[in-house]
């Protein structure tokens, strides 16, 4: 009698450890879902104001070095001259980037590239140079 009595509280103490481990499981990834969803809406407007930031401050470093005249035109062949290493220390950038233009919103070559910048982005399928 005393070994079904064990038996019975054995196996009501396992299915009691199972449901609070699912309990808990359920809870954290709960918490980890919504911590995720905050983060990222709070991240995605502050991105996109520093990147606008930082396309107003390149333009600006484009128009001082005269690589862009006070009418907007570029000059194309001082912008080819310049490798990513050189532009980035041009412009002050620490991290990779691309350079493109785009008129009446279609893309518009540089010489014959989609983009100028670091050749670990990808413009419409072609690698930045």
């Known amino acids: ?7 019975k509280k054995t196996q009501s103490f396992s299915t009691d450890v199972i449901i609070v481990v699912i309990i808990i499981l ?4 709960f918490l980890v879902a919504n911590k995720i969803n905050t983060v990222e809406s709070k991240t995605i407007g502050e991105v ?3 990147a606008s930031d930082d396309s107003d401050i390149i333009y600006s470093s484009l128009k001082d070095s005269k690589v862009i005249d006070s009418k907007g035109v570029i000059d194309a062949n ?8 050189q532009l980035k220390e041009e412009l002050g950038i620490k991290s990779d980037f691309a350079i493109t233009f785009e008129k009446n919103g279609k893309l518009v070559k540089i010489g014959n590239k989609n983009c100028i910048g670091s050749t670990n982005i990808i413009v419409n399928g072609q690698i930045c140079e």
């Open 78 to 85: 001082k912008l080819l001259a310049l490798n990513d290493v």
């Open 1 to 7: 009698m005393n070994k079904i009595k064990n038996k």
């Open 26 to 29: 359920f809870g954290t990834l």
């Open 48 to 50: 996109q104001s520093q």
